[in-house]
């Protein structure tokens, strides 16, 4: 004790007679109560929309009726009820006029452009939970049987065909009579079937195509 006092003369000893800051100590409190409510609010909100949290749904599997919803609300949303101490709950809610053209149609079809990655498909009761939760400043609606969000044709073909490179899977076969129908309960797997011969070890493969290749160079690397 006298070395401590002898180093440090100013030093002030704590007393049983010493009170805490309350303004610390409220802070403190505050920040503990808001951090448990952005906790329960994460866990009500996983269990709200367990599948959306679980799953990634670029396309729409089976569903008669669903909504898009932007692909980078939806990395947030699932960054804040991961970990809602970490990452703060969406703050601008649901934009999804960045999935529209100039335009203001969309310039992808989520059933057939599998490559697009920019919006993600919730059924209607999934959409009706997160668009109650959340402002969204569009609600995209699509269905099979009723009449839809149009989609805008050129500027999708305008997409799709400004790509750097893409894979194209092919299958040569003998002969034409069973090219028909053989894939047609294939989900992962479509290739381009040909008739005709070559000189592949496998005749199931895939080839990636660059923008900048020409038809003749293309064609060297399905008959090599």
């Excluded at 303004?23 to 599948?51: D, M, N, P, V, Y």
């Excluded at 065909?161 to 002969?175: A, G, M, S």
Aim: glycine residues 2%; charged residues 25%; negative net charge.
């Amino acid at each position: 004790m006298i070395f401590i006092t002898q180093s440090f003369p100013n030093i002030i000893f704590g007393t049983e007679d010493l009170v805490g800051c309350l303004q610390c100590f409220e802070s403190r409190q505050t920040k503990s109560a808001a951090e448990q409510e952005l906790q329960e609010r994460a866990k009500s909100e996983k269990t709200l929309l367990s599948k959306p949290f679980k799953t990634k749904s670029y396309q729409p599997m089976n569903m008669i009726e669903y909504y898009l919803v932007a692909a980078s609300f939806m990395d947030e949303w699932r960054s804040f009820v991961r970990s809602p101490l970490a990452h703060s709950p969406p703050q601008d809610g649901i934009k999804n006029q960045q999935l529209l053209c100039a335009h203001m149609k969309l310039s992808f079809n989520p059933i057939l452009d599998n490559d697009h990655r920019l919006a993600e498909c919730l059924d209607h009761d999934e959409w009706t939970a997160l668009s109650f939760v959340y402002s969204a400043d569009l609600p995209i609606r699509m269905s099979a049987t009723e009449e839809s969000f149009p989609i805008c044709e050129p500027c999708r073909l305008s997409r799709l065909l400004d790509y750097q490179e893409c894979k194209v899977y092919l299958e040569f076969r003998h002969d034409k009579e069973s090219m028909a129908n053989e894939w047609q309960d294939e989900d992962d797997f479509r290739p381009l079937l040909f008739a005709g011969t070559t000189n592949r070890a496998k005749k199931r493969f895939q080839i990636t195509i660059r923008a900048d290749e020409t038809v003749r160079e293309v064609k060297v690397q399905v008959l090599l």
